[in-house]
């Protein structure tokens, strides 16, 4: 959003009216819609973004063949996601069980409700099911990086420090976010 676009045409989608309604671009086209239904016409997307959607996701393989259906040939989906493998979301995905500590945690962590959190299922975020998805969608995952991103916690003074520790001692693969790029294969002449 802060880049400016060249594209023809940009449209946010957020299942969530309040983020749309208080995005920071007034002019930007939105819809609420679900990933696994896109309110957009067959090969119709150059470039699908998806920052911190894939942990959401119950279901990801019908979210990705709706994103496949929606790219043009040679179209590709960027996201960013976080590793399934990092303690910090073994962490998290024990909290999340505790429901009650865990909106807690989110409360004291980022200052926001904790019922003002999707849940997170963790389906599409390893680089084994990420493959094995896209494949599955007709999408190629052309890159995939593991990358550290101590200011996930900036927010908790106390807990950024150790974070930093933290993905400082782990091996690379295990680094704390997933940045991956599918494409959906370009239709080839006979």
């Known amino acids: ?11 946010g989608i957020d299942p969530d009216w309040r983020s749309l309604a208080e995005h920071r671009l007034p002019a930007l ?14 090969a119709s997307v150059d470039l699908v ?36 493998r990092h303690p910090l979301i ?4 024990a909290l999340s069980k505790l429901a009650g500590l865990h909106r807690t945690l989110v409360t004291a962590a980022y200052g926001r409700a904790g019922a003002d959190t999707f849940p997170a299922y963790y389906c599409a975020n390893s680089a084994p099911a990420l493959r094995g998805l896209g494949a599955q969608a007709g999408l190629d995952l052309e890159r995939l990086e593991a990358i550290s991103d101590p200011t996930y916690w900036a927010a908790v003074p106390l807990a950024y420090p ?5 993905d400082a001692m ?21």
Do not use: C, K, M
């Open 1 to 11: 959003e802060q880049l400016g676009h060249p594209l023809n045409r940009v449209v």
């Open 29 to 42: 086209p939105r819809a609420v819609a679900l990933s696994h239904a896109l309110p957009l016409a067959e």
């Open 49 to 84: 973004l998806a920052s911190w959607v894939l942990e959401h996701l119950a279901h990801p393989g019908d979210d990705l063949q709706q994103v496949a259906r929606v790219l043009r040939p040679g179209g590709a989906l960027v996201f960013l996601t976080p590793n399934r």
């Open 90 to 93: 073994g962490l998290n995905r």
């Open 162 to 166: 150790l974070l930093r520790a933290l």
């Open 170 to 190: 782990l091996p690379h693969g295990l680094s704390l976010h997933l940045v991956g790029l599918y494409r959906r294969p370009a239709i080839r002449p006979d």
